[in-house]
């Protein structure tokens, strides 16, 4: 089981940018499919990017795609979602979730943002974007 924990929130204007990281701990994050996750007030847990353990493949949501990456550094034990043109509509609580040998062939890709496809779980960190 590996232990993942969340850094990098914080306040930013519209259109600033955030490198949310996810450091983890007890196992080696390289063995593991990434998701990243967000939850606004009022509303459900949002898959929003994921990748692969298998190929490093990622996948984004429709509301984040073009403004968010997904990354690992594997000598750091570190995965990370690099944010950009930030809107207020980001804000949220984001975690980060992972699950060991997680892999999904294209056509099953949006498993991925399924919160039930993921074993491990980060605390969180809220970020917050204003107008």
């Known amino acids: 089981q590996v232990q993942l924990a969340e850094s990098g929130g914080g306040l930013v204007q519209s259109g600033g940018s955030l490198r949310l990281s996810c450091a983890a701990s007890r196992a080696a994050l390289e063995h593991y499919a990434i998701g990243w996750f967000r939850q606004a007030p009022g509303k459900g847990r949002e898959g929003i990017a994921c990748m692969s353990s298998m190929d490093d493949s990622t996948n984004y949501a429709n509301s984040v795609k073009g403004r968010f990456t997904i990354s690992r550094a594997n000598a750091k034990n570190t995965a990370y979602l690099q944010m950009n043109s930030l809107k207020p509509e980001d804000t949220a609580v984001y975690y980060c979730?992972?699950?060991?040998?997680?892999?999904?062939?294209?056509?099953?890709?949006?498993?991925?943002?399924?919160?039930?496809?993921?074993?491990?779980w980060g605390q969180g960190t809220q970020v917050t974007v204003s107008s």
């Open positions: 979730a992972a699950v060991r040998g997680g892999h999904w062939e294209p056509r099953f890709r949006s498993m991925c943002f399924n919160s039930g496809s993921y074993d491990d």
